[in-house]
Antibody, heavy 120, light 107 residues
Framework: EVQLLESGGGLVQTGGSLRLSCAAS????????MTWVRQAPGKGLEWVST????????YYADSVKGRFTISRDNSKTTLNLLMSSLRAEDTALYYC?????????????WGRGTTVTVSS | DIQMTQSPSSLSASVGDIVTITCRAS??????VNWYRQKPGKAPELLVY???SLQSGVPSRFSGSGSGTEFSLTINSLQPEDFATYYC?????????FGPGTKVDIK
């Protein structure tokens, strides 16, 4: 069974940093791109970042470019998101999601999410 | 920037109804549009990818169509579990934008 388990969320001050992780199991991790999607309270889905299976290429939404860094450890089947210079508008539920293939952000399995709250 | 719009933003329907949701892209997308369903309090689920391909395990009452800039998701014979919010997403460019969502509730 494919499982994605996010961790690392919490309360952080404006301007601070936070590192999210996603432990993946049940599939060949290196064969799949991985994506972070967030959802602010009561709002819609927002694509945040995607990393291809090899880890060699990354993509970011304009809203987080230069502040967030996506990475993966294929030996540990773990996905990470390092978030810095956090703003109130980064407050959201952050989902880790598995790609259907090695590239792209079509995602076919989602974790339950981890909540990030940015407050002054 | 690519903009994805959905219409309607919400609709009311009854069990057994046929429901169609439209997604429009601000530029050419070929067939690279996906559809997701999000039930209240749950993570989204992939329904349709690449415009019209049904994801494994998804009931056949769901179908997707369209190409270019206009896409649609049709639900034949709406079921109780289909009262949810539906999102389109483009995967044609590397800004993998979601639409704003369409909420389907019970009439």
């Amino acid at each position: 069974e494919v499982q994605l388990l996010e961790s690392g969320g919490g309360l952080v001050q404006t301007g601070g940093s936070l590192r999210l992780s996603c432990a993946a199991s049940g599939f060949t991790f290196t064969n799949c791109a991985m994506t972070w999607v967030r959802q602010a309270p009561g709002k819609g889905l927002e694509w945040v970042s995607t990393i291809v299976g090899s880890g060699g290429t990354t993509y970011y939404a304009d809203s987080v470019k230069g502040r967030f860094t996506i990475s993966r450890d294929n030996s540990k089947t773990t996905l990470n998101l390092l978030m810095s210079s956090l703003r109130a508008e980064d407050t959201a539920l952050y989902y880790c999601a598995k790609g259907r293939g090695e590239f792209g952000a079509t995602v076919d399995v989602w974790g339950r999410g981890t909540t990030v709250t940015v407050s002054s | 920037d690519i903009q994805m719009t959905q219409s309607p933003s919400s609709l009311s329907a009854s069990v057994g109804d046929i429901v169609t949701i439209t997604c429009r892209a601000s530029q050419y997308m070929s067939t690279y549009v996906n559809w997701y369903r999000q039930k209240p309090g749950k993570a989204p689920e992939l329904l349709v990818y690449s415009g019209s391909s049904l994801q494994s395990g998804v009931p056949s009452r769901f179908s997707g169509s369209g190409s270019g800039t206009e896409f649609s998701l049709t639900i034949n014979s709406l079921q109780p579990e289909d009262f949810a919010t539906y999102y389109c997403q483009q995967s044609y460019t590397t800004q993998f934008t979601f639409g704003p969502g369409t909420k389907v509730d019970i009439k």
